[in-house]
């Protein structure tokens, strides 16, 4: 029997590099190969999105790219989260065997407080709950995602395990399925790429804007001349991941000797993200005026998904004495 994989992504901007080199390209690869399972996480991201249209472009605009980046909704059930209440239903159910000192251990909400967030909403502070009722409805052997999430998954092993202590045998308890090699990859400025820190590069910008991004990218001042260092550069990390050894070896070779300026090593890389996203652009276009078409496809998803949801919550409501 196949493994079953599932994963969630927020509608919570535009896609960029680092979503699809730690996740989104791991997705569709692993329709191949697997029974997947891939939601777009709409209620997660009214922790940050509260504005009704943004919501729905952004949702839209997530599930576009994907589509245009080759996922088939005959090999993947894709879905929207929203649409199976089962997910806020099992959330409750966690809730009251969750405490409050666990869920403090979180990093996203130790950050929150570190930032000096006045007022957290609860949303925020039971996020990984919400993940763990995501995750579990399904009971997947593997979840996909980039490092930022490890923590998460390993929070949702411990809601299986207490609920399991507690009610018997019910969940299985999923491996976090993570690529070190594109576990973190930089942004703009050199930390993290991450929609919070303004430094991505979006796959599907405009030309124009790609370009900016790109140019963007924060090097040192080692002048034309001189031999650099290509695993010191953002420019280059983000060029290697794309690239193949050949070209990556030939790019380390031409830093190392001198004569290339960042200003050339940064148009290899636009050229790089151009041509690898060329068709994926194409599709994009052709896609983000075909709203009914998108939605009929997340429709399609949804039904696939409510049926196991049921099953999963059924069972639950068994095991605690709603049934
Ligand atoms: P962001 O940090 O931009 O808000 P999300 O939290 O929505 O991104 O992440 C969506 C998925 O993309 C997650 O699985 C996450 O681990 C992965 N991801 C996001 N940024 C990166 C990155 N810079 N490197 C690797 N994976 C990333
Ligand atoms: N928290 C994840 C992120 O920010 C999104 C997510 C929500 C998710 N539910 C999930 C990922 C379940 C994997 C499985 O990227």
Not at 51 to 59: A, G, I, K, V, Y
Not at 166 to 193: H, N, R, S
Not at 234 to 258: D, I
């Amino acid at each position: 029997m196949k493994k079953r994989i599932l994963s969630g992504v927020q509608p919570s901007g535009h896609p960029h590099l680092g979503n699809y080199l730690g996740a989104m390209r791991r997705h569709i690869e692993m329709q191949e190969e697997y029974e997947c399972f891939l939601f777009i996480a709409d209620l997660h991201a009214l922790t940050t999105v509260k504005d009704p249209e943004l919501m729905r472009s952004q949702t839209h605009e997530l599930a576009v790219a994907y589509l245009a980046l080759g996922l088939d909704p005959k090999k993947t059930v894709f879905f929207k989260q929203s649409d199976i209440s089962e997910h806020a239903e099992l959330c409750w159910i966690f809730d009251c065997l969750v405490t409050v000192p666990f869920l403090e251990r979180a990093h996203a909400w130790k950050d929150a407080k570190n930032k000096g967030m006045k007022e957290p909403t609860m949303g925020l502070f039971n996020y990984p709950v919400l993940q763990a009722a995501d995750i579990l409805l399904y009971k997947p052997d593997l979840v996909p995602v980039g490092k930022d999430q490890k923590q998460h998954i390993e929070m949702t092993r411990d809601i299986a395990t207490t609920f399991n202590n507690l009610f018997g045998e019910t969940f299985k308890l999923p491996e976090p399925e993570i690529k070190e090699e594109v576990a973190v990859v930089p942004g703009t400025d050199g930390q993290k790429m991450s929609k919070s820190y303004g430094n991505t590069i979006d796959i599907f910008a405009q030309e124009k804007e790609l370009k900016k991004q790109v140019m963007g990218i924060i090097t040192d001042s080692t002048p034309v001349e001189d031999p650099k260092t290509p695993e010191e550069c953002t420019v280059f990390k983000l060029y290697k991941l794309l690239a193949t050894p050949e070209e990556t070896e030939e790019l380390a070779e031409r830093y190392k000797q001198g004569g290339l300026g960042y200003g050339d090593a940064k148009k290899l890389l636009l050229e790089k993200i151009l041509s690898h996203f060329e068709q994926a652009r194409e599709k994009y276009e052709n896609l983000m005026g075909k709203r009914n078409f998108v939605t009929q496809v997340l429709e399609e998803g949804s039904k696939k998904a409510k049926s196991i949801a049921i099953s999963t919550l059924d069972e639950v409501k068994g095991k605690t004495g709603y049934k």
